[in-house]
């Protein structure tokens, strides 16, 4: 069975970063494209990041406009694990976060994801 398993997850004061990881059991984990969305209590689960299965300078990245210059997502193919470096951390970036997977084409859309992580906490303090 594939599994996603999101951790790094905490508190955090405000202009804080944290690092939250995802590793994989995908078989063939370099065809894969990777994402990390999130949803905040009451809110509607939203995009944060995703990178593509191409290698090339570690491959292609597309990111919310709230996470650029911010949010930096990376992969480890070899360890089969997906990162997400947050800087400058904001109140409003309090949510669960969640790493997905679909095979190779890079997307910003929840829909076109197969593969979902639990989630982990990211609790952001004033």
């Known amino acids: 069975q594939v599994q996603l398993v999101e951790s790094g997850g905490g508190l955090v004061q405000a202009g804080g970063s944290l690092r939250l990881s995802c590793a994989a059991s995908l078989r063939t984990f370099s065809n894969y494209a990777l994402g990390w969305f999130r949803q905040a209590p009451g809110k509607e689960r939203e995009f944060v990041a995703a990178?593509?299965?191409?290698?090339?300078?570690?491959?292609?990245?597309t990111y919310a406009e709230f996470a650029k210059g911010r949010f930096n997502i990376s992969r480890e193919n070899a360890k089969k694990t997906v990162y997400l470096q947050m800087n400058s951390l904001k109140p409003e970036d309090t949510a669960v976060y969640y790493c997905?997977?679909?095979?190779?084409?890079?997307?910003?859309?929840?829909?076109?994801?197969?593969?979902w992580g639990q989630g982990t906490q990211v609790t952001v303090s004033s």
């Open positions: 997905a997977s679909r095979f190779q084409l890079i997307s910003a859309r929840e829909e076109d994801y197969d593969y």
């Open positions: 990178i593509s299965w191409i290698s090339w300078s570690g491959g292609r990245t």
